[in-house]
């Protein structure tokens, strides 16, 4: 999943020349959550994360001009806490690792809500398919992190509502033991790469 998680608040075009102040943010792999859940039988919601996230953009914090986003999820990374449930997920019933060991999100526009919100829309790839998705995003702050290299760091935080079925993944499906939709929450802290 190369893209999912990402992703900056508001996509704005702006002249040529604001490319020239458009900054390099990654992911911090040790501050970044990708959750999600998904409904069993109507009783609960069960809770999924994937571990192995990477990703990068481009952002200008002045214009809000948002661009390269590249984000990649490794699907064998997924942990819903329970053994026997991982190896079902891992299978051809559901993310099919051995045969799509990635997935990825990339960006392809947006726009702010407010000065702290917006959307950010781009394609989501799973099991080979590839659909729109639109992630609402809250930027919760931007200020040089207080440790280590003392960078400026972006903290975000993302949501966005799925069907799985729309990516083929269809089991369990028709006879509502594993719903359908799928809810994703995304936490991260990107940091400017002079």
Same mark, same amino acid.
């Given at each position: 999943?190369?893209? $999912?998680? #990402?992703?900056?608040?508001?996509?704005? =075009? @702006?002249? +040529?020349?604001?490319? *020239?102040?458009?900054?390099?943010?990654?992911?911090?792999?040790?501050?970044?959550?990708?959750?999600?859940?998904?409904?069993?039988?109507?009783?609960?919601?069960?809770?999924?994360?994937?571990?192995?996230?990477?990703?990068?953009?481009?952002y200008d914090v002045d214009t809000q001009e948002l661009g390269d986003v590249s984000v990649t999820i490794g699907t064998a990374s997924v942990n819903t806490f329970n053994e026997?449930?991982?190896?079902?997920?891992?299978?051809?019933?559901? $993310?099919? #690792?051995?045969?799509?060991?990635?997935? =990825? @999100?990339? +960006?392809?526009?947006? *726009?702010?809500?407010?000065?702290?919100?917006?959307?950010?829309?781009?394609?989501?790839?799973?099991?080979?398919?590839?659909?729109?998705?639109?992630?609402?995003?809250?930027?919760?702050?931007?200020?040089?992190?207080?440790?280590?290299?003392?960078?400026?760091?972006?903290?975000?935080?993302?949501?966005?509502?799925?069907?799985?079925?729309?990516?083929?993944?269809?089991?369990?499906?028709?006879?509502?033991?594993?719903?359908?939709?799928?809810?994703?929450s995304i936490e991260t802290e990107a940091m400017k790469i002079e």
């Amino acid at each position: 999943m190369r893209t $999912l998680l #990402v992703t900056t608040a508001f996509f704005t =075009t @702006f002249a +040529a020349t604001a490319q *020239a102040d458009m900054a390099r943010y990654e992911l911090d792999p040790e501050h970044t959550s990708i959750y999600f859940t998904v409904d069993h039988i109507g009783f609960a919601k069960t809770l999924g994360i994937f571990t192995d996230v990477n990703g990068s953009f481009m952002y200008d914090v002045d214009t809000q001009e948002l661009g390269d986003v590249s984000v990649t999820i490794g699907t064998a990374s997924v942990n819903t806490f329970n053994e026997a449930r991982d190896g079902h997920v891992r299978k051809p019933d559901f $993310l099919h #690792v051995s045969e799509h060991p990635e997935i =990825t @999100f990339v +960006a392809s526009g947006g *726009a702010p809500t407010s000065d702290t919100t917006g959307t950010v829309t781009g394609d989501l790839a799973i099991l080979g398919v590839t659909q729109p998705v639109t992630l609402n995003v809250t930027l919760n702050k931007i200020a040089d992190y207080p440790f280590g290299h003392q960078r400026e760091v972006l903290g975000l935080s993302m949501t966005a509502t799925i069907q799985r079925s729309d990516f083929g993944m269809t089991y369990a499906v028709e006879n509502g033991l594993v719903g359908d939709e799928v809810n994703i929450s995304i936490e991260t802290e990107a940091m400017k790469i002079e």
